[in-house]
Every structure is written in structure tokens, then in C-alpha cells.
């Protein structure tokens, strides 16, 4: 049990899913796993743990933005041993080709600020995603038919932005999407030597201002559930 987790030791399984929002825990648990447990709702923030394909999976919200994320996933890895870490979330598409229900797994997370910064100093970090679950995560897509990008994204502090020559100049450099917590993401991953992954789905697009509509968001997120997991447990 943490602060913020009030899970007991042994609740949490080694690979830990993280959409942002509880809710969706709550869905993509009961959808995707087997005997799925509730393990923690402190603060409403829920996380489940079942078994997918006879593995243990925890799915746990993450809250929105750096900061929240941060509290749960270092006390998932510090406290609980997580060590496969994948963010399964919406973003806001930057670039013509990226259209609403594509799948973006993101190299890398370009941000203004990770709760890192502060030691950080100087040094500008480069957050990079773990290259096995990349990979394996392709595969899965490219196996489904599912229409994928791969590149790098941009980790948000706000969701109503002020500064639109900022996200010109992020889709000027070939930065595919927007989202708010990925650089964070992946960042503590390679402070504690685990594998991290965020697959998004585009939800929105910031050119177009095209909306994914409501009852389509449950199919691509079931997308980006079963990507994520194959990503997990694969062996190549
Ligand atoms: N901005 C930040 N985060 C997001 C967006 C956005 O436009 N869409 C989905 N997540």
C-alpha cells in the first residue's frame, strides 16, 4: 500500500496498462481480462488486475497530464515491481497524413517540461520508447490491418493552448500528435531500467478540427487495448 495506491503487495502484475481516464480502466478490464480484480480506488483512480492469454496484467488509470501520471508510476514500479509500463490514450493529430482512428506508437516525446526538469537541469533529455515493445506493437498493427504512424509526439502541459505557433512548430518538424503524458512516461522508465510504450489513438485533429464521434471512441480504444497487450507478450 502507498499513497497513493492501496493495493496490497503481490496486486499489481509486472505489465501495467495505463489509459488516463479510470473509467476506461474499468471497460478495458472487464473486456480484455480474465478474472479481472479491483486492486486500488483511491482518489477513484481504479486499477484491475486479471490475466490476459494466462498472463497477469494490471490496467490502471493514470489520471491526465505529467504530474498525475507521475505519482502512479513511480509507485508502480518503486513499490509494486511493475516493469513493463504501456499508455494506452487519445491524442490530437498534427500532421495531413495522420487521420482521426489511427494508431500512433511514439518514439519519442518532445515536451516544454516533465516533472523531471528540475534535475534534470541543463541536460534536454530525449524520453525514447523501449525498441522491443515498438516493434512488437507494429507488427501487431501492421497484423491487424490497423493504419499506424511512427514517430516522434509532443507531451502537452495544457489541453487549451495558448501558444499555437508552438504546435506549428511541432508539426513543422514532423511531430505527429499531442498528448500529455508520455515524455514523463518514458522518462521514469528509463530511470528504473522498465520498458515503456504509449499507443494513442488520434481523437481529434488540431489542423481539421475533425472530431473521432463518441460511439466510435470504445472500438479504436479496444484497437489500441489488444495492440498493447500482443506489444507486451511478444517474444520477438
Ligand atoms: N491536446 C492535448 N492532449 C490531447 C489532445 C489535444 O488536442 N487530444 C487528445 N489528447
Known amino acids: 500500500m502507498t499513497v497513493h495506491i492501496g493495493a496490497k503487495p503481490g496486486d499489481i502484475a509486472e505489465t501495467v496498462l ?6 476506461r480502466a474499468k471497460w478495458a478490464a472487464e473486456t480484455f481480462l480474465d478474472k479481472p480484480k479491483l486492486i486500488n480506488d483511491v482518489r477513484g483512480m481504479l486499477g484491475f488486475t486479471g490475466t490476459w492469454n ?58 516544454i517540461s516533465t516533472p523531471s526538469l528540475g534535475f534534470f537541469r541543463e541536460v534536454n533529455f530525449a524520453p525514447t520508447a523501449d525498441w522491443s515493445l515498438l516493434s512488437a506493437a ?58 515503456a510504450l504509449a499507443v494513442l489513438t488520434v481523437s481529434d485533429h488540431l489542423r481539421t478540427g475533425e472530431a473521432l464521434p463518441s460511439d466510435d471512441r470504445e472500438r479504436s480504444f479496444g484497437d489500441m487495448v489488444e495492440i498493447a497487450l500482443e506489444a507486451a507478450f511478444s517474444n520477438t
Open 18 to 23: 495505463m489509459p488516463g481516464d479510470p473509467y
Open 54 to 111: 494466462g498472463h497477469p496484467v494490471t490496467i490502471h488509470g493514470s489520471g491526465m497530464g505529467m504530474p498525475s501520471l507521475s505519482i502512479y508510476v513511480n509507485e508502480l514500479i518503486r513499490d509494486f515491481g511493475a516493469k513493463t509500463l504501456i499508455r494506452i490514450g487519445s491524442c490530437g493529430g498534427m500532421q495531413d497524413d495522420v487521420k482521426v482512428r489511427d494508431v500512433i506508437l511514439a518514439m519519442t516525446a518532445s515536451s
Open 138 to 195: 507494429f507488427k501487431a498493427a501492421e497484423k491487424r490491418g490497423t493504419p499506424t504512424h511512427v514517430g516522434g509526439i509532443y507531451s502537452s502541459d495544457v489541453f487549451y493552448d495558448e501558444r499555437p505557433d508552438l504546435n506549428e512548430q511541432m508539426t513543422r518538424h514532423g511531430v505527429l500528435a499531442v498528448e500529455m503524458e508520455a515524455a514523463e512516461l518514458y522518462t521514469l522508465a528509463a530511470r528504473y531500467g522498465c520498458r
